[in-house]
């Protein structure tokens, strides 16, 4: 994270400067760790950690999301999900209080701020947690009679009332309120608005939208002092940069839309020199990218080995498994790519690896697949298919853990 | 330190080898905890160390290392470590002024103003070369990791180039070791990585290769290492192949025998 002995101790991150004991026990001084807010320290290996704005996904990752580390979001084929994930970062440093940096190529920063969606209240929320205890006792009825054994397993969710200050809820078909947006500083980057004014220029050989934003990104940390370099700020806060769909076309880019791309090195030299600036500051970003249109699979492979975190979406819009009974509760499916090993030789992985989104209620949850179980003699071919298919994709697991080389039958 | 890495290669920080060019290999998983390994054995057994550490912070590496029992600052300022934090030249270079002073970045090659990695190989040869002060008793480098080179914009014959060049120095001249990690998988699509691999499997006196379970994920087993490699003379046998199953016990990790009983356990969901 940022060197040690720099200058004033940073909230949790401050790890780095104690004077080695050569255990990784850490006291847990309240007032110095929870000195920024919105963050909490993860116990493991001391960083500060931010809610990304879907709780169920901070458990996925970990915790949450360590600050100086970038999560990049795989999109799913429409950007649907994702740019809504986007939104929920965002809409989380809205409600922490952090400052925003929200860079695009096709929508205005100014429009997705708008489109931010509305924090559920603790007293609003209440009232919905009584339906939705409600609507869950009826579900209850039809419990599971064959899988049983799922009945009691833990959903990838948290209660709602025990993260009050990390980990907030939204209301997807609400907007968020623009008083609520002002009280925060927020600074954007369109590149549209970038190119024409100054001539190029060639830093680094890098395409020049890539190497615009990187200055903007490095100019606003500078000045804000995100990276320690005004010791006299006496509050501390974070920035949380969101970037949408790098890599497109309209980021002047062809890796999306050839195979032989003409320079295949911006976008990695890119994802470079921003983990250095994220590194150095009091910073975390997430990018969405659409892989699914690069045609070059080891531009991807590069790019993943450049980002902390690799999520990848996968959406059951106009596929033929939106209409499968085997997925009806689901929207989607998530994939956890990778996972970062931060200051310690493990990681904290949640055990399952079958994770699928839905759009439930106006929240957004993530939670563990289960197929249900195939029992009738009468069943069809192509659900048995599917089945196996299914189970085939499941077992295929998270790319940074072990990783099955083939679907093994026992 | 894991103990059960050093008796698998029979090595004891007591006596070093010399001479010795390591690969570290992992495959869709991790394998940077050897890196960590071999960092605070090397610095156990009293070697003075060029780190070019490329990927991560200083104080990520230092964290670990203090779990592993070594101090980084401390070794940093007896002029035991030499640690190029690439993440900061980096910036220093992109960000910084235009008029350098000195020494060359390490990392000039980025600019693209020139396209080979001598400014890395010069910054290597001058922190390994013997001075008069100098009390350490044997030099090492180790490099992560290789294959964010060649993101960074450089060709794979540069790399190896660099690589070549270092060897020469390190292993022969100044009877060093060298521990380099890369990425590669077999399926992988990344042509000019999976060159770079195979050439330097061909020239590595040991290879240790990380890799996820053929079966599957499993929680509580993270992966095999796979242990190769030369026997002198440069040609590439395989000397022993032996699977060792990891698994993770808090901060430390282990080397377990591979056992049916595991294979059997990770079948649970």
């Not at chain 2, 103003?113 to 390994?128: A, G, I, Y």
């Not at chain 2, 992560?144 to 120095?169: N, Q, T």
């Amino acid at each position: 994270m940022m060197a040690a002995g720099g200058g004033a101790a940073r909230g949790g991150g401050a790890a780095a400067t104690t004077t080695g004991t050569g255990t990784s026990f850490r006291r847990s001084g309240g007032s110095r760790l929870a000195a920024v807010p919105g963050t909490r320290p993860a116990l493991r290996h001391g960083r500060l950690l931010l809610s990304c704005g879907v709780p169920s996904l901070d458990c996925v990752l970990g915790g949450g999301l360590a600050v100086g580390t970038l999560l990049l979001i795989e999109e799913d084929k429409y950007g649907v999900y994702s740019s809504l994930l986007l939104k929920y970062f965002l809409a989380e440093g809205v409600v922490c209080g952090h400052d925003l940096f929200v860079a695009s190529a096709q929508d205005p920063p100014a429009n997705i701020l708008k489109e931010l969606p509305a924090p559920l209240l603790d007293d609003n929320f209440k009232t919905e947690r009584v339906e939705a205890t409600a609507a869950k006792s009826e579900d209850c009825q039809d419990s599971m009679q064959i899988a049983w054994r799922y009945q009691n397993a833990p959903k990838v969710e948290t209660s709602p009332t025990t993260s009050i200050k990390f980990g907030h809820y939204y209301d997807v078909s609400k907007k968020m309120s623009p008083e609520l947006l002002q009280s925060i500083k927020w600074h954007s980057f369109f590149l549209p608005d970038e190119l024409p004014l100054e001539p190029k220029l060639k830093m680094c050989n890098m395409n020049c939208g890539y190497a615009r934003l990187l200055q903007s990104i490095q100019s606003v940390i500078y000045q804000e002092g995100f990276d320690g370099s005004h010791p006299q700020k006496k509050r501390k806060n974070i920035l949380r940069i969101g970037i949408q769909s790098l890599g497109s076309l309209l980021w002047d880019d062809d890796i999306c839309s050839t195979s032989t791309p003409e320079d295949i090195h911006s976008i990695t030299k890119f994802l470079y020199v921003l983990r250095g600036l994220l590194r150095k500051s009091l910073s975390a970003c997430i990018i969405t990218m659409p892989s699914h249109l690069m045609e070059n699979k080891a531009i991807m492979e590069r790019v993943t080995n450049l980002s902390d975190m690799v999520v990848g979406l996968e959406s059951f819009i106009g596929s033929e498994r939106e209409t499968n009974p085997l997925y009806k509760d689901y929207h989607g499916l998530l994939h956890v790519h990778q996972i970062p090993r931060l200051n310690s030789l493990i990681c904290d992985v949640s055990d399952t690896k079958d994770l699928a989104f839905r759009l439930k209620r106006k929240q957004f949850t993530v939670e563990r697949l289960h197929l249900p179980p195939d029992l009738s003699d009468t069943v069809s071919r192509s659900s048995k298919q599917d089945l196996a298919e299914s189970a085939k994709l499941l077992s295929s697991g998270c790319g940074a853990m072990a990783i099955g080389k083939k679907h093994l039958d026992f | 330190m894991l103990q059960e890495l050093n008796e698998l290669l029979d090595a004891a920080p007591q006596r070093p080898d010399t001479g010795k060019f390591t690969l570290l290999r992992d495959s869709r998983t991790d394998g940077s905890f050897l890196v960590h390994h071999f960092l605070s054995f090397y610095l156990r057994a009293g070697c003075k160390v060029c780190f070019l550490a490329l990927v991560q912070s200083f104080s990520h590496y230092n964290i670990v290392a203090q779990k592993l029992g070594v101090s980084l600052t401390a070794a940093k300022e007896q002029g035991q470590l030499v640690f190029l934090e690439g993440l900061k030249s980096c910036l220093d270079l992109v960000f910084g002024e235009e008029e350098r002073s000195g020494q060359p970045n390490p990392l000039q090659f980025i600019s693209g103003s020139v396209s080979n990695l001598k400014d890395l190989f010069d910054f290597v040869r001058t922190s390994l070369t013997p001075t008069d002060s100098d009390c350490w008793k044997g030099r090492v480098l180790l490099v992560d990791d290789l294959s964010v080179l060649l993101s960074l914009g450089a060709a794979p014959v540069d790399v190896l180039d660099f690589i070549h060049y270092c060897r020469m120095v390190v292993c022969s001249q100044l009877k060093g070791n060298i521990v380099v990690l890369v990425h590669g998988s077999e399926d992988s699509e990344d042509e000019e990585n999976k060159l770079v691999v195979t050439s330097l499997c061909h020239h590595s006196n040991l290879i240790l290769w990380v890799e996820g379970l053929a079966t599957g994920f499993c929680k509580d087993v993270h992966g095999e290492v796979r242990h190769g490699g030369v026997l002198g003379g440069g040609t590439w046998q395989c000397h022993t192949v032996w699977r060792r199953a990891l698994s993770a016990l808090q901060d430390a990790l282990s080397l377990l025998q591979p056992r049916i009983s595991l294979i059997c356990s990770m079948a649970k969901d």
